[in-house]
C-alpha cells in the first residue's frame, strides 16, 4: 500500500530511533502513568500550587499581558477539560471512536490557532 515510501523508510526509521533514550527514558520514570494520576482536586486545593498559579494571574494582569493572560487560560482550560469523565469515558474504551474524537482534535486544533494567532499576528 505504501510502496512509495520504500526509498525513504530507513531514513524515517533512523529519524525516529533518534529520539529512543528520550522516549526509553520518559517509560522508565513512568510519567505516562504519573500524569494519569493527577489528583485535580488537591491540586488547586494545594497552596503551594495555587499560591503560584493565582500570583502568575496576577502578575500578566498587572503588567497587563493579555496575551499571556488568554493562553494560561486557555492551556489551563483544555488541561481541566482531558481530566473530565467524558474524556475517560472516550479514551477508555477499546476503540476510540472517531466520530467522538474528531471534535475534539478540531477543537484542539482551534484554540492552537488561536494563540498562534495571538502570538504572532495580534501581540501586544
Known amino acids: 500500500m505504501f510502496e512509495f515510501l ?3 523508510l530507513p531514513a524515517i526509521k ?3 530511533m533518534y529520539f529512543k533514550p528520550a522516549l ?3 517509560i522508565a ?3 505516562p502513568e504519573q500524569i494519569d ?3 485535580y482536586k488537591g491540586l488547586f ?3 503551594w500550587f495555587l499560591v503560584p498559579y493565582i500570583a502568575l494571574l496576577a502578575w500578566n494582569v498587572y503588567k497587563q499581558a493579555v496575551n499571556s493572560l488568554i493562553i494560561i487560560v486557555l492551556l489551563t482550560g483544555l488541561w481541566s477539560f482531558f481530566g473530565t469523565p467524558y474524556m475517560k469515558e472516550i ?3 477499546e476503540e476510540i471512536a472517531l466520530d467522538a474524537v474528531l471534535p475534539i482534535v478540531g477543537g484542539v486544533c ?3 490557532g488561536f494563540i498562534i494567532y495571538r502570538i504572532f499576528l495580534k501581540s501586544d
Open 6 to 8: 520504500d526509498p525513504v
Open 29 to 31: 520514570t513512568k510519567v
Open 110 to 112: 482551534a484554540v492552537f
Open 91 to 93: 479514551m477508555g474504551q
Open 45 to 47: 486545593t494545594n497552596g
Open 37 to 39: 494520576n493527577i489528583d
Open 14 to 16: 533512523s529519524f525516529f
Open 24 to 26: 526509553d527514558f520518559i
